[in-house]
């Protein structure tokens, strides 16, 4: 009786484990066969050898071609992550991390991508202890690292941002003398980009003339590590080192690719394999599986091709990027809001960032780092309910009055990918959008924005001077933080990238304070100045802008609500009631940037008109960005839905205003002599005292100005706050105009040195 038990419990099991392995089959029909006879080269990592025991590495020639060796000339590969800038994504810079990149993911090689221009190195050298930590880290966990001087814009690496280059490099290597884990990576990638290099010899030469130096230095230090250099055309011709080679046996030239953009049948790919051939050691030291841009794809079939090439050849990778920016070829799922949360760049305390986290192209990638086939999981593909506007023609300006987009869609990297829609706001026809933007900060301030682009518009600036548009709010929740709106363009001759450097700041705890129309919308006249653009760039008037591209931030902010954009355009005028160029205008325009000036209706700023006790009020407290004070209803003349409320109240509170009675008469107009004794005590308590003699000054109806304003009147007279008429006079009872009360304002700040 046991021996047929026994027998019907092997039976069993023999068909249970039977049918596991035909479910498991189908499985492995998807990946394994494919991979293993199409291109068998991407399974298995042999010749992946870790640091402690491929020890420092060499270069080694064999049958003409040039490969990278370990200690004992044993051919070796490397394949790893790079990071993405450290100055935006440096949170990958943990022990947790690291440790999952050496032992689940099974990299031998880490990149630390440091930027020098775009934010990084060269504005803010503290990104280097990023540098220093991430090579130790490296050390720490078996792995080799990229010390990567990332050039990018402006394109030669002899300008004048790059030139500490050497220094940087030199307290590496005196940081970490000798130490075999580095490998150094001088160049990132040579281009055009002005001041940049052609794609040509001379070209060549020029970052040529850049890196000898730097690895002669390296070597008199007694630094053997392998280094890296790139060539031009975003290192895609390693080929000129056939002809001109650095006389260096441990320099390699790096490659990159994008899959969706660079074929295995083209121009780079070829350039690759004709440099290799002819005795040139490759490392393909940053690739993706995205087009060139980042976003697009993946080309996972396009991928597969080339790492067949550079697995079969022992030619080492690094795959672009370790972020969770909202691009194909982030490693990491990025934010979207109302669909997911950004992975954390740091995985936890077991070390593992689980498969859902990845990003397809992570998932990918990881799996080809370990040899592994490659299983993708299902993906929830979340979407938002509603459905977009049509697209419509590219229009620029940009009205929506025909219900459609006019071309304007999200970015690639836009943090909100929901419907955009068409609806009407302030008897207008606008783009809307819902966003929510999340508890948890990223580092990247942009990964969690709306980026809008309107795309290929191949306009020019011309002759205009601002680009504007109307921007409405309705909030559902907004109490803290700011919104923060930039704008940039596409210039191909300016690197495909420049950014206005004002940004347009809506403070989310004086929303109150702003200009409401219905239903709860606040209203704001958004422009940028195109005279001013980052790192010293000009946007001439006839530079092919190629994209508009509005970018609307959270500046740690809790905002959740719907947004609208209006009336997209370039112009010189953004108040149309003042002469464009005059000193009234430059006023009005610097006031209104600054937060001063709000509530303009229409770009118009009605400058003739006599400003009132409360215009003048809501003046003085935002000069003097005085905590708003919430209206308790003591004034009997005062409505508690009256945009001024909290101003005359807080002007009251903090001893600029007196009242009569229970009455401080907001809509009355002011007389001159009062506007400018309360000039004068904005004045004094942005600066602390005056020191100016009034001995001098000669004013003929002295003798009307009220005796309490006399010595203010003088003050501001010496000072250049205000101005006596033609004749001499003063004027004291004469009402203020908005304009002229502008002005006042402009004086005051820029004698106090707050504009």
């Known amino acids: 009786m046991k021996k047929i038990v026994l027998k019907t419990c092997v039976l069993l099991m023999v068909v249970i484990f039977i049918v596991s392995i035909l479910k498991i089959l189908p499985m492995f029909a998807q990946s394994i066969p494919y991979e293993k006879e199409k291109y068998p080269n991407l399974l298995g990592n042999q010749a992946v050898k870790k640091p402690s025991i491929a020890g420092r590495l060499q270069i080694i020639e064999k049958n003409g071609k040039k490969y990278l060796a370990d200690q004992k000339g044993e051919i070796i590969q490397l394949r790893g992550m790079s990071t993405h800038g450290l100055q935006w994504y440096g949170d990958i810079i943990n022990k947790n991390a690291f440790e999952a990149l050496s032992k689940d993911w099974e990299c031998n090689v880490v990149r630390l991508a440091m930027y020098v221009g775009e934010g990084g190195y060269a504005s803010n050298p ?320 942009w990964a969690t924005a709306a980026r809008l682009i309107l795309k290929d518009i191949n306009t020019k600036r011309e002759d205009n001077k601002y680009l504007a548009f109307d921007f409405y709010l309705k909030p559902d929740r907004a109490s803290k933080g700011m919104i923060q709106i930039f704008l940039a363009f596409s210039p191909p001759s300016l690197g495909y990238w420049v950014q206005v450097q004002d940004s347009f700041n809506i403070d989310l705890a004086k929303l109150s304070s702003a200009k409401k129309i219905e239903d709860g919308i606040y209203k704001f006249n958004v422009f940028f100045d195109l005279d001013k653009i980052q790192d010293g760039k000009i946007l001439g008037k006839d530079t092919l802008l190629r994209d508009v591209i509005v970018v609307i931030a959270d500046g740690n902010s809790d905002f959740k609500g719907k947004m609208y954009i209006d009336n997209v355009r370039f112009t010189n005028v953004l108040f149309e009631d003042i002469n464009f160029g005059s000193s009234l205008y430059d006023a009005v325009a610097k006031l209104y940037s600054k937060g001063i000036i709000k509530g303009i209706s229409e770009f118009k700023y009605l400058p003739d008109k006599n400003i009132t006790r409360a215009e003048f009020a809501a003046l003085c407290v935002r000069a003097l960005n005085l905590k708003i004070e919430k209206y308790d209803n003591r004034f009997s003349d005062v409505k508690s839905d009256s945009w001024y409320t909290d101003m005359v109240y807080t002007a009251y509170k903090n001893g600029l205003f007196e009242i009569n009675g229970n009455k401080i008469f907001p809509e009355n107009t002011m007389k001159r002599e009062e506007v400018v004794a309360l000039a004068i005590e904005v004045y004094k308590r942005l600066t602390g005292k005056i020191e100016v003699s009034t001995e001098d000054i000669q004013i003929v109806d002295e003798n009307l100005i009220n005796p309490q304003y006399r010595e203010s009147v003088k003050l501001a007279i010496q000072l250049g706050i205000i101005d006596l008429y033609s004749d001499g006079t003063f004027a004291p009872s004469k009402s203020i105009s908005r304009g002229e009360a502008a002005t006042i304002f402009y004086n005051i700040l820029n004698l106090a040195g707050k504009l």
């Open 126 to 445: 503290s990104i280097k202890e990023k540098v220093l930590e991430g090579i130790k880290l490296a050390i720490e966990n078996d792995m080799y690292v990229i010390v990567d001087w990332h050039v990018l814009n402006p394109g030669d690496p002899n300008a004048e941002i790059y030139k500490g280059a050497k220094d940087f490099f030199k307290e590496i290597a005196t940081s970490f003398p000798n130490d075999y884990h580095i490998i150094y990576e001088v160049c990132n990638e040579p281009n055009p980009n002005e001041p940049g290099v052609e794609n040509s010899l001379d070209g060549w030469k020029k970052v040529k003339s850049f890196a000898q130096p730097i690895i002669q230095m390296l070597r008199s230090l007694g630094n053997q590590n392998i280094i890296i250099v790139g060539s031009p055309n975003w290192s895609q011709r390693p080929d000129f080192a056939i002809q001109d080679p650095i006389n260096d046996k441990n320099v390699m030239y790096s490659v990159h690719f994008y899959s969706g953009t660079h074929k295995v049948d083209g121009y780079v790919f070829e350039n690759m394999k004709n440099a290799f051939e002819n005795g040139v050691p490759i490392f393909v030291s940053e690739w993706g599986t995205s087009l060139a841009s980042g976003d697009g794809g993946p080309y996972l079939d396009e991928a597969d091709k080339w790492l067949e090439y550079l697995n079969e050849n022992y030619i080492s990778w690094v795959n672009w990027s370790l972020s969770n920016k909202n691009e194909t070829s982030a490693a990491f799922v990025s934010y979207i809001s109302g669909i997911n949360n950004a992975t954390s760049l740091d995985p936890g305390d077991d070390k593992v960032w689980d498969i859902k986290e990845l990003s397809i192209s992570g998932e990918y990638v990881r799996s080809r780092i370990k040899g592994i086939p490659y299983k993708p999981i299902e993906r929830n593909s979340q979407k938002k309910e509603g459905q977009s506007a049509p697209l419509g023609e590219k229009v620029l300006p940009s009205t929506f009055e025909d219900d459609t987009r006019q071309g304007w869609d999200w970015d690639g990297p836009s943090g909100v990918k929901g419907p955009i829609t068409i609806e009407s706001v302030n008897g207008s026809k606008a783009l809307s959008f819902e966003i929510e933007y999340p508890e948890k900060k990223p580092q990247d301030g």
